[in-house]
């Protein structure tokens, strides 16, 4: 079944505290090395039948409206992930998105 | 007259009896108003309570500001009926627009509760009007996403415009930009603030006062401004 991804982030000026508590809780087990963590949030939206621009700006839309908050958040992408070809839908992988992902979001 | 002052519930408010209590405390017929309905009925003004609507899932406030009854809300919001965000309902003020900025997680990642002193930077609001400029008032704050966020330039408004309601006194808890705890908007009768002004409304059940324990109702005064504003308009 195909599934439309959207990636939520907090804006790179916002401090991010669950990001804070992550980086110190991965120093406590000692993998570290790393400048910064940041936690955003993933979108799954599973579809009906093919991804139409109409589903894609419903999807835009969800994001931009429901999904993030300009004020702390940005949408930094909308992406289509299809199923590989083997879930038994009828999809056949992606030829021009070898990864299984195309970004939607320009 | 009575003035009358609706409190919406929404799945996951807790403050919502609170509120209701504080509104008949002050003196006005509590109104309970529920997230589906989709009118205000005869209410003069409305409170948004605290909790955890929806459960905070996505955002605090995020999907509450989505429920049937914000339309109304934010009609009457702007055509200049008092309405009071405390708490979750400030988050779901900002996230409807009412309020500019937005809460997210304390500074310190810790929930937070404490009876915390404020001082009322705007004593001009529909909510403020009973204080005086300047007062520190003591009301109770619980909260883990209370750390109020906006950009430079909004913030700066917000100062120059006289738009910052209430400010920390003494710590500032979570992290807020500027000290900020609570803001109005342009026309003062929308009010947003993090502590929770309905638990410091009836002595014995308040926050500790010099005096003797539990004795604090610093809080009433946001109702009783209310109430007498909506009576001298009557």
């Given amino acids: 079944m195909p599934k439309i991804i959207v990636d939520v982030m907090p804006k790179p000026e916002i401090l991010d505290p669950q990001g804070k508590a992550i980086g110190a809780a991965l120093a406590r087990l000692g993998i570290e090395g790393f400048r910064e963590v940041r936690q955003g949030k993933r979108f799954e939206f599973k579809v009906h039948g093919e991804i139409t621009d109409e589903v894609l700006a419903k999807v835009r839309h969800a994001a931009e409206t429901l999904l993030s908050n300009p004020v702390i958040e940005d949408v930094v992408s909308v992406k289509q992930k299809e199923c590989g070809g083997n879930c038994g839908c009828g999809h056949a992988k992606s030829a021009e998105a070898p990864n299984g992902q195309k970004d939607l979001l320009a | 007259m009575t003035a009358r002052i609706g409190v919406v519930t929404f799945p996951g408010s807790l403050d919502d009896r609170d509120a209701l209590r504080a509104v008949r405390l002050a003196g006005a017929e509590p109104v309970s108003l529920f997230h589906a309905d989709t009118d205000l009925g005869d209410v003069d003004a409305v409170v948004l309570p605290g909790g955890f609507s929806y459960g905070d899932y996505l955002r605090a406030g995020a999907i509450a500001r989505f429920a049937p009854i914000m339309d109304s809300i934010v009609d009457a919001a702007n055509g200049g009926m008092p309405v009071l965000g405390i708490c979750n309902g400030f988050q779901v003020l900002t996230e409807v627009h009412l309020l500019p900025g937005s ?31 300047g007062e520190e008032i003591v009301v109770p704050l619980k909260n883990q996403d209370g750390q109020y966020v906006a950009d430079e330039h909004t913030l700066d408004e917000l100062e120059g415009d006289g738009r910052v309601a209430f400010r920390y006194v003494g710590w500032n808890p979570n992290g807020s930009r500027r000290d900020i705890a609570g803001i109005t908007n342009a026309r003062g009768n929308v009010v947003g603030l993090m502590p929770h002004p309905e638990h410091a409304v009836e002595p014995g059940f308040g ?12 809080g009433l005064a946001f109702f009783t401004s209310a109430i007498k504003g909506l009576l001298a308009k009557a």
């Fill in chain 2, 207 to 218: 926050p500790d006062s010099v005096e003797s324990g539990r004795m604090g109702t610093d």
């Fill in chain 2, 103 to 133: 809460m997210i997680k304390n500074e310190h990642r810790h929930f937070i509760c404490r009876d915390q002193t404020l001082r009322v930077e705007n004593a001009q609001t529909a909510w403020t009007s009973e204080y005086r400029q």
